[in-house]
C-alpha cells in the first residue's frame, strides 16, 4: 500500500511538473490605479491556489478548535464521572 501512495504521488508530481512547464508563458497582471505584475501563468496561478487554501484552512479553524474545546469539557466530565463510579463501588463494597 506504502508504494503505491509513493507511485500516486510520483504520477501527480510529473502531472503538475508538466502542467507548469506548459504554463510558463509571460502574462500582465493589472492592479487598480494603473498598477501590473508581469509574471509567468503558474506563478499566479499557484499564488492564487495557495491564498484560496489558506482562507480555507482559516475558514476551518474555528470550528476545529471549538470541537476540541468540547472535547476536552467531555474528557473532564467522564474522569469526573468514573472516579464518582469508583468511588461508590468502593463503598457498596465495604460492609
Given at each position: ?7 500516486l ?7 503538475l ?66 472516579k ?12
Open positions: 500500500m506504502r508504494y503505491m501512495i509513493w507511485l504521488r510520483a504520477v501527480l508530481f510529473l502531472i511538473l508538466g502542467f507548469a512547464m506548459k504554463n510558463d508563458q509571460p502574462v500582465v497582471f493589472h492592479y487598480f490605479f494603473g498598477y501590473e505584475w508581469k509574471t509567468s501563468l503558474i506563478l499566479i496561478l499557484f499564488l492564487f491556489f495557495a491564498v484560496g487554501m489558506s482562507v480555507g484552512v482559516l475558514a476551518v479553524l474555528g470550528n476545529i478548535f471549538r470541537q476540541r474545546k468540547e472535547i476536552a469539557i467531555l474528557k473532564r466530565e467522564l474522569r469526573l464521572k468514573n464518582l463510579v469508583s468511588v461508590a463501588n468502593i463503598n457498596l463494597d465495604i460492609p
